[in-house]
C-alpha cells in the first residue's frame, strides 16, 4: 500500500491536535500550575510533544483572541482566564479553590506581616503551614533567606505578577490609619 506525502502529513497534523487537546485538557482541570514532568506523566506523551502543543495553545490563544491564556512561570504552566475576566470567573467560582482556604491564610498573613519569621508563621497557622510554605517556595511566590534557626520570609516579585497586582510592591494594608499608632496614641480617622 502506497501512503502518500499529503496522508503521512494529515497523520501527523492529527496526532499534533490529539497532543495540543489532550495537554490542554490536563491544563484546564488541574486549574493550577503543572511541570512538564506532570504533564508527561498526565498525558503519556514526551517532552518534546507536550513542549510542542504547549506553543501551539499558545499560539491558538493569540490567534482566537481568547478570554483564555497560557502563562509559563519557571518552567511550570497554567491555562487561565485573561485577567480582564477574572471579575466574572470569581462571582462564578465555588468551591475549589487553586489554594486551600487554610493556604490562602498563611499567604495572606506572610503578605501582610513580610518580613516575617518561619517560626512565627508555624507558631500562628500551626506544623501544616510547612507544607504551605514548601508550596509557595516551589511556585516562587515567596522567598527564604536562612536567619540563625529559623528562616525569613518576604514576597517575591512572581508574588506580585501571579496575583496580578502592580505598583510599587509595598505593601498597601500597612498604609492604613489603624497601622500608625505614635507613642501608644490612636489616629484620628476623618470621617
Known amino acids: 500500500m502506497d501512503i502518500s506525502r499529503k496522508t503521512l502529513d494529515e497523520i501527523d497534523n492529527s496526532k499534533e491536535k490529539e497532543n495540543m487537546r489532550l495537554v490542554e485538557s490536563i491544563l484546564f482541570i488541574s486549574a493550577r500550575f503543572l511541570s512538564i514532568q ?15 502543543a504547549l506553543k501551539k495553545i499558545r499560539e491558538k490563544y493569540l490567534k482566537d483572541d481568547s478570554a483564555l491564556e497560557l502563562i509559563e512561570r519557571n518552567n511550570l504552566w497554567k491555562m487561565d482566564v ?4 477574572t471579575y466574572v470567573v470569581n462571582k462564578l467560582a465555588t468551591g475549589s479553590a487553586e489554594f486551600t482556604k487554610a ?5 495572606a ?8 519569621k518561619q517560626s512565627v508563621i508555624i507558631k500562628i497557622r500551626g506544623n501544616k503551614a510547612y507544607d504551605h510554605i514548601h508550596r509557595f ?8 533567606k536562612k536567619e540563625g534557626h529559623t528562616n525569613v520570609l518576604t514576597l517575591s516579585d512572581e508574588f506580585y505578577d501571579y496575583f ?3 505598583g510599587t510592591h509595598e505593601n498597601p494594608l500597612k498604609e492604613t490609619p489603624y497601622s500608625h499608632e505614635e507613642e501608644g496614641e490612636e489616629e484620628e480617622i476623618e470621617e
Open 38 to 52: 506532570e504533564l508527561i506523566t498526565y498525558s503519556n506523551l514526551n517532552s518534546i510533544q507536550i513542549l510542542e
Open 82 to 85: 485573561k485577567p480582564e475576566y
Open 103 to 107: 493556604e490562602q491564610e498563611t499567604l
Open 109 to 116: 498573613i506572610i503578605a501582610y506581616k513580610q518580613p516575617i
Open 137 to 144: 517556595l516551589q511556585l516562587n511566590l515567596i522567598k527564604s
Open 164 to 166: 496580578n497586582i502592580s
